[in-house]
């Protein structure tokens, strides 16, 4: 984890076409994504992952441009769905506390299959999926539903992390093996045990204060009376 470095020099230094980009936001909708998220997790805790993306590539412009299906509601344009945008809408640290990106060691044509998956959805703008995400949600308590078809699933829609592993799938990589595609979370991506490397940048470690007051009571409690004083 490189815990001194800015948003924009973590993710410059870390890009690379195919490679998969996670973050956690500051707003009450990445919040509650990331609570829902607990069941994955290996304490409980809520994720520290909230939405996830694909790298495409750095343009003329100078930019990293990142493909993704997101919920956009900034400049009062409202977009929904899978769409392109630049790298730098992640680099305020205090949007986005958490940001991650993932190296799965693409080869050249693994590489090839995932961007052009991600630009063949681009260009049928398929729309973000509310209740695909709702239906994921639902499955993380059974492993019998995540093993099956979404029961929200929806034609022409797709949510972020199910669109990555739409992506990935096209190069022959499922992240968590058997689990269908749209009950893919963010956090299953980066915990996933397919080899790669993680690198992070986590400033929101996503353990609330009456569960750090709980921690730190029963701590207390279990203590000697003796090496409280």
């Known amino acids: 984890m490189e815990s001194q470095t800015g948003n924009a020099a973590f993710l410059e230094k870390h890009a ?25 997790t290996a ?15 750095r343009r ?5 441009w990142v493909i993704e299906s997101d919920l956009d509601f900034r400049y009062r344009q ?24 993932l190296d799965f060691g693409l080869d050249p044509d693994q590489m090839l299959k995932v961007q052009t998956a991600a630009l063949e959805l681009l260009a049928g703008l398929p729309s973000y999926s509310i209740s695909e995400l709702a239906g994921t949600v639902m499955a993380m308590y059974s492993r019998r539903l995540r093993r099956r078809k979404n029961l929200l699933e929806k034609d022409g829609a797709v949510f972020c992390s199910a669109m990555v592993q739409h992506c990935y799938a096209a190069a022959g990589i499922e992240f ?27 400033r929101d470690l996503g353990v609330s204060h009456l569960r750090q007051l ?13 090496n409280l004083f």
Not at 16 to 38: E, F, H, N, V
Not at 176 to 199: F, L, M, T
């Open 16 to 40: 690379a076409p195919g490679r998969i980009g996670l973050c956690a936001g500051s707003d009450l909708t990445s919040k509650m994504i990331r609570k829902a998220q607990a069941p994955l």
């Open 214 to 226: 709980a921690h730190q009571t029963a701590e207390l409690l279990e203590t000697p009376i003796e």
């Open 60 to 64: 003329v412009d100078g930019h990293w």
């Open 43 to 57: 304490d409980g805790h809520r994720s520290q992952w909230s939405h996830v993306f694909i790298f495409n590539e």
């Open 78 to 101: 409202i977009r929904v769905g899978v769409q392109e945008n630049r790298l730098n809408r992640y680099f305020d640290a205090e949007k986005f506390p958490n940001v991650a990106v």
């Open 176 to 202: 968590i093996p058997g689990v269908h595609d749209k009950n893919i979370a963010p956090h299953d991506i980066i915990d996933s045990e397919v080899p790669h490397q993680s690198h992070s940048l986590i």
